[in-house]
């Protein structure tokens, strides 16, 4: 079993910044694929961004491609995800998943139990 702890989401104006963190309670060097995913009110989940645990390979929403980076530090059990020039439509719970392939919401086995990001215009 892998716990994910999510943390670093607040209130910030759009254009500004964020840096999401997740430590699992493990190691994630065997997890295959660690995300991040996001869900707004009244909308279904969605795949935000992917790094696989040992190769370098990462997966990003179109969405968010060019203004979001999902990083690793396997030393530390944890992903990152930096977010730059935040838009209100960015505005969701963000959650961590680990376990699962690309974007792929149903593939992921493990879930944290998210952060909120709300972004004023």
């Known amino acids: 079993q892998v716990q994910l702890v999510e943390s670093g989401g607040g209130s910030v104006q759009a254009g500004g910044s964020l840096r999401l963190s997740c430590t699992a309670s493990?190691?994630?060097?065997?997890?295959?694929?660690m995300g991040w995913f996001r869900q707004a009110p009244g909308k279904e989940r969605e795949g935000v961004a992917s790094?696989?645990?040992?190769?370098?390979?990462?997966y990003y929403a179109d969405s968010v491609e060019g203004r979001f980076t999902i990083s690793r530090d396997n030393a530390k059990y944890t992903i990152y995800l930096q977010m730059n020039s935040l838009e209100p439509e960015d505005t969701a719970m963000y959650y961590c998943a680990a376990g699962g392939f690309g974007l792929r919401t149903q593939s992921y086995n493990y879930w944290g139990q998210g952060t909120q990001v709300t972004v004023s215009s």
């Open positions: 493990g190691t994630i060097a065997n997890k295959n694929r």
């Open positions: 790094i696989h645990t040992t190769v370098d390979s990462t």
